[in-house]
């Protein structure tokens, strides 16, 4: 009896009836093929002549070629893959096992199931092997061991490669969006109208970083883009390793409502400043915005709690690190500052991949601008501590107010009454243009602004 059990736990969990059923189905309708295809991939069939038989419905679909059994067949043979897939003969079969045509999505769910599970076993063969091993720190083996568990359950079990057909059918289907848009790219879009001219938005999986010297308002610009994606559907997600929530929570209060910051936090405030903070209030309700406050955090554990909240939140669209100076590696022994940062930031990109969303890593610059006569802008050797900073962004946007400097290159004396002029220089843009575009800061009410058309 436990021998029978023992062989029984070594047999991979499948349902071939099931797999017939799908492809039956598919061969006979084009609704089941639509609804097969959102849940499967070629990879989840246990038979690998299910397998080409599905993978060769799959690309005539995409070309638009009509779909039967003699079509299918025909294309078999062009694969030379008929015989190997059974022939006609097996695939009259499947149309025949096929006699409910409607349960294709039941039938494809199975199959996933199934797939998943020996998914799982092979994941769980691998992480037991990497814990043996010893090679890898533990932390490096429970973050592989996560993300794996992790991509099986939100389905992501497409290969690491993909045939070019796949990926040129893709970008058609993107250019013909952009074609129906006018040809604008549309991304996450930061609020600022000039700034969102050049950049056409944030796109997913880009690492942006926002440098500027302390004080000019990184924070501030970052928290202005956070709201505004926020109220617009997206899910964002807020890293400061410098302020704490609270504090974070009144600047998005004073630049929502319009209410000044000092007097959120004396507590000075009017009717009318309580109604203001009080609409500023419920404008957050049904947003995904969140904050970590998390003064010392590695990009290990920073992506495992990306990967938490877009697990729970059903998606992840903008991350904000503020800032990355603050971060360390975390139990490696990096001896040199140059290389721990660049070890950082391209771990941040990669996160941004893995995680199909826009990353904006706040950095500090240089001294180099305020070094330099007559102009401060910002320029991408000024980014302190790595090159690797510059190297692994996709965009680099530098901040400079004019009221930061007097005509002596000294600190400038700001009345925080007064709208003031900052540039906003997008020195890198990997995918596109670069350029200066102009807002209006707001000291009083710590947020940036679109500048009056006619200015």
């Known amino acids: 009896m436990d021998e029978e059990r023992n062989n029984n736990v070594l047999v991979p969990p499948t349902d071939i009836d099931a797999e017939r059923a799908v492809l039956g189905a598919m061969l006979k309708s084009s609704d089941a093929r639509a609804d097969s295809t959102a849940i499967l991939n070629a990879e989840d069939f246990y038979l690998k002549e299910h397998e080409e038989i599905f993978r060769t419905m799959l690309e005539m679909d995409q070309k638009g070629t009509g779909i039967d059994i003699t079509t299918v067949y025909s294309a078999l043979k062009q694969r030379k893959t008929a015989e190997m897939a059974g022939g006609m003969t097996y695939l009259s079969r499947l149309m025949d096992d096929a006699i409910v045509v409607s349960n294709a999505k039941y039938y494809a769910e199975t199959v996933a199931d199934k797939s998943k599970m020996r998914q799982l076993i092979r994941e769980a063969e691998s992480i037991r092997e990497a814990a043996y091993s010893d090679e890898l720190p533990p932390e490096d083996v429970l973050d592989n061991a996560e993300q794996r568990i992790l991509n099986i359950a939100n389905k992501s079990q497409r290969s690491q490669y993909e045939h070019i057909n796949e990926v040129i059918y893709e970008n058609i289907k993107n250019m013909q969006e952009l074609a129906k848009q006018g040809g604008e790219i549309k991304g996450i879009e930061t609020g600022f109208r000039d700034v969102d001219k050049i950049l056409g938005g944030f796109q997913k999986t880009d690492l942006i970083i926002l440098a500027a010297r302390p004080g000019v308002g990184k924070t501030a610009w970052a928290l202005n883009v956070a ?139 240089s001294r180099g601008p305020e070094q330099r006569g007559g102009d401060h802008m910002p320029k991408l050797s000024d980014l302190r501590d790595s090159g690797a900073i510059e190297q692994d962004a996709d965009v680099v946007i530098f901040l400079k107010r004019d009221d930061y400097y007097n005509s002596d290159d000294d600190r400038a004396n700001v009345d925080e009454n007064a709208p003031l002029t900052c540039a906003v220089n997008i020195a890198k843009h990997r995918n596109g243009p670069v350029g200066v575009a102009n807002l209006t800061w707001i000291p009083r009410y710590v947020k940036f602004g679109n500048m009056a058309k006619e200015q």
């Open 227 to 365: 709201e505004h994606a926020a109220t617009n559907g997206y899910n964002v997600m807020v890293f400061s390793l410098e302020m704490a929530n609270t504090q974070l929570g009144q600047r998005l209060l004073s630049m929502t409502a319009s209410v000044p910051l000092e007097n959120i936090r004396r507590g000075d405030l009017d009717a009318d400043d309580w109604e203001s903070l009080s609409m500023a209030q419920e404008s957050f309700y049904n947003t995904n915005l969140v904050i970590d406050e998390s003064s010392v955090i590695t990009p290990v554990e920073m992506k495992n709690k990306c990967r938490r909240f877009k697990q729970e939140h059903g998606g992840l669209d903008l991350v904000i690190i503020d800032y990355l100076q603050l971060m360390s590696m975390g139990g490696y022994r990096i001896e040199q500052r140059e290389k721990e940062i660049a070890a950082i930031t391209r771990s941040i990109k990669i996160m941004a991949k893995e995680l199909d969303c826009a990353v904006i890593l706040l950095s500090q610059l």
